[in-house]
């Protein structure tokens, strides 16, 4: 089905795993209707439901109130469908608002709740157990990522997301990649074996030498796995106070003029701002900092305040996060100033972490954190 997204493959994929041992007839039309959904149809006797795909993340109830107001919804709502919707992991308050709405679903976890007239309910209530050969989607569960193999996934998905045709290709080469992402060559060559054995890189072409290669086959679990682990994990920051009436000024007044270029890169919900605006206001100010300064108490104080920046325990309008694997290196240009014309009446162009650790770094943001991956999931990437 060529013309179905990286997304709705890996929800059919879920919708498979869940039918495939408790529906005798089904199958999947194609993803040119109306909502541009892929719709699922089920026959039942003489009679058939369809069910169009309607993906929800992570599966948060964030995830799902905002899958229900998407213009998909509005669009199945048009058609003769039904919505299915489908999540990584749908959770319980999630769970109860679908039942509230009447609205099916299932998750990568094989949970379901599926039900149409005339005469189908499907409920599975219990996570699948593990299967030595299983379909379904790899997650941070079934990989052991570490700070050096998450470097190197890191690197190839962002490769992957600034360069969609790219999956097509060959992977850059072992020694390559370890520049990249500022690991050895031979933690890299183990780092790809086992993203073989998960099954989102796969070899092509000679089995060894010159001529073997590899190709990115499955970016989006890869990402999915990849941001759960990163997700998790805590980061050393200094939380600071400032006066941000602006947030875009703040930052190239204070910021991009005052610190070295290759040592900073903006991240979290500014960084949101300046590629798929989600928010009315920003609540927090989020930069990466390079090591060497962050470690060194004296140069990390003078860099606060060449900022004015004053360290406090609560009330921050800024944090500074210690860097960490590709994160500067892999940083793009960006204009704080969204154009804007500053004080002296001259632009100041900054930096900004890659759209994959953005990904990344919203889901660790609060409540509305989620959603907001999702959101820029959705618009600026292929996977």
Do not use: C
């Amino acid at each position: 089905m060529e013309n179905v997204s990286a997304v709705d493959k890996r929800a059919l994929a879920a919708v498979e795993d869940v039918f495939e041992d408790v529906v005798r007839r089904w199958s999947v039309v194609d993803g040119s209707t109306p909502s541009g959904a892929p719709t699922v149809e089920i026959d039942l006797n003489h009679s058939h439901v369809s069910f169009s795909i309607l993906w929800a993340g992570e599966g948060f109830p964030a995830d799902v109130d905002a899958a229900l107001r998407s213009a998909r919804m509005e669009a199945i709502h048009e058609s003769s469908a039904l919505p299915l919707v489908v999540a990584r992991r749908i959770s319980p308050g999630a769970a109860r608002t679908l039942e509230d709405r009447g609205v099916s679903w299932v998750d990568e976890a094989g949970r379901a709740s599926v039900h149409a007239d005339p005469g189908l309910l499907i409920v599975i209530d219990h996570e699948r157990p593990a299967r030595q050969e299983s379909r379904r989607r790899p997650s941070a569960r079934d990989f052991r990522w570490a700070s050096g193999t998450a470097a190197v996934g890191e690197a190839l998905l962002t490769r992957a997301q600034r360069d969609p045709g790219s999956t097509h290709e060959a992977l850059p080469t072992v020694v390559d990649v370890a520049e990249v992402a500022g690991v050895s060559a031979a933690l890299v060559s183990r780092a790809l074996q086992g993203f073989d054995a998960a099954g989102w890189t796969a070899k092509s072409g000679a089995a060894r030498g010159p001529r073997a290669t590899r190709v990115l086959k499955d970016p989006a679990a890869m990402l999915s796995s990849w941001a759960s682990w990163h997700a998790s994990r805590g980061v050393p920051r200094v939380f600071a106070h400032a006066i941000v009436d602006d947030p875009d000024l703040f930052v190239a007044d204070r910021i991009a003029r005052r610190w070295p270029a290759k040592e900073w890169a903006l991240t979290g919900w500014l960084a949101l701002q300046h590629v798929a605006p989600f928010v009315t206001s920003v609540p927090l100010v989020s930069v990466y900092l390079a090591p060497s300064v962050f470690d060194d108490k004296s140069a990390l104080q003078n860099a606060l305040t060449e900022s004015g920046l004053r360290r406090v325990e609560r009330g921050a309008r800024v944090e500074i996060l210690r860097a960490d694997g590709p994160v500067l290196s892999d940083a793009e240009p960006d204009t704080p100033t969204g154009g804007a014309e500053l004080p002296n009446g001259s632009d100041v162009e900054g930096r900004r972490v890659s759209t994959i650790r953005l990904y990344g770094d919203l889901l660790k943001m609060g409540a509305r954190g989620p959603e907001a991956a999702e959101h820029l999931r959705e618009l600026r990437m292929g996977f």
